[in-house]
């Protein structure tokens, strides 16, 4: 949604340097609770890695990065699996080194060089956004489940009922909005009005404008690609969890010290964390170690740390880096498209 005036990207780098700081320091508080941490037992256990398991992960990690990138293809009409993939790692890259809305401009500049306008490919990757938000604050549900289905402790779980919430409140905004002009233009006038409590710059008639046109440009291609972008993202998620239990086991974390569903659990409820700076880093990695802890004793504590350092590098580093290849990719086959065009 628009917001009228942004914020300085000063000060957007600014409030992301405090928020990731606040998540490391945070992070170092829960794991300082847990107990002193043996660093060489970490150091030790992340030499168990042999030289083939790197490959596993980065396997892994390319069908993950596919998937996530799925929804791009499903919502915009012309754009392969492949662009999707290169659009979505160059869009990681410069959310990572610049303020928003750099990433967005890429997308819409890599769209337009590929023949797909602003108008489809901006609602379109709107959508993307909208469709991971929704997985990622729905997931916990899954998680209740999995509690009951195995006598797990539920009581101090219904903090997590927030996140179901949003997500409900998200797929509800989205439903409205589709259904007609009217009532995207009152879904957009409210939410602007509301936002404009906290930011005096907005401009609620702006936002509903924003609604009417969004529809316009995403309507016939919803029914379509919702469903099979939800399928995306909830393999994408069952992909980044293998991740998670092949960095583990890799670094000497048995089934016996964490079961796969005792991973799955501390993953699944930590995840909508994830929606913080630098994927929730600090928050969600001691939030996954402390549920670990838990179930498989002190024991587990060093080795998980390492195996959280491993899934971090291919989870978020390397993602990052994939993007300075993508983009340069890009700049050179575009170069060349448009050269044939002025030919």
């Given at each position: ?7 300085p990207p000063?000060r ?14 945070v ?7 847990l107990?002193?941490v ?7 256990a992340l ?8 490959v ?37 890259l ?9 990433n ?7 769209f337009?060089?590929?023949?797909v306008?602003?108008?489809?490919g901006?609602p379109?990757?709107?959508m ?6 929704v ?10 489940v999995?509690?009951?289905l ?11 009922v ?32 509301i ?36 399928g995306?993202m909830?393999a ?16 000497g ?9 005792d991973i ?44 959280l350092?491993?899934w971090?590098i ?15 990719l ?8 448009a ?5």
């Amino acid at each position: 949604m628009p917001t009228g005036q942004t914020p300085p990207p000063r000060r957007r780098w600014l409030r992301r340097l405090i928020l990731t700081v606040l998540a490391v320091a945070v992070g170092a508080v829960i794991i300082n609770r847990l107990g002193d941490v043996d660093w060489g037992v970490v150091w030790s256990a992340l030499r168990h890695l042999s030289w083939w398991q790197p490959v596993v992960l980065l396997l892994v990690l390319a069908v993950r990065q596919v998937l996530n990138a799925s929804p791009l293809h499903f919502y915009i009409e012309g754009v392969s699996i492949g662009r999707a993939t290169q659009n979505d790692l160059g869009a990681i890259l410069m959310s990572t080194v610049a303020p928003a809305p750099a990433n967005y401009a890429l997308r819409v500049a890599m769209f337009t060089s590929w023949g797909v306008s602003a108008a489809k490919g901006t609602p379109g990757a709107t959508m993307n956004t909208i469709t991971l938000m929704v997985t990622r604050f729905s997931l916990p549900l899954l998680g209740f489940v999995m509690l009951v289905l195995v006598g797990g402790e539920v009581s101090y779980r219904w903090a997590d009922v927030f996140s179901l919430l949003i997500a409900a409140a998200l797929v509800a905004a989205v439903i409205l909005i589709l259904r007609s002009d009217g009532l995207a233009r009152q879904v957009g006038l409210r939410s602007g009005r509301i936002a404009q409590r906290f930011r005096r710059s907005v401009d609620p008639e702006q936002w509903a404008q924003s609604c009417v046109d969004f529809r316009g440009h995403i309507s016939d291609r919803f029914r379509y690609g919702f469903p099979r972008s939800l399928g995306g993202m909830i393999a994408m998620l069952a992909d980044d969890l293998v991740l998670l239990v092949l960095c583990l086991r890799f670094v000497g974390v048995s089934g016996s010290d964490a079961s796969i569903i005792d991973i799955a659990i501390a993953y699944i409820f930590a995840f909508p964390l994830t929606i913080l700076p630098f994927g929730g880093i600090g928050i969600v990695d001691s939030i996954i170690v402390a549920a670990l802890v838990q179930s498989g004793g002190p024991t587990v504590e060093a080795p998980a740390i390492a195996a959280l350092v491993v899934w971090r590098i291919f989870d978020l580093g390397i993602p990052v880096l994939a993007g300075l290849p993508a983009i340069a990719l890009w700049r050179r086959t575009a170069g060349k498209q448009a050269e044939a065009r002025e030919a």
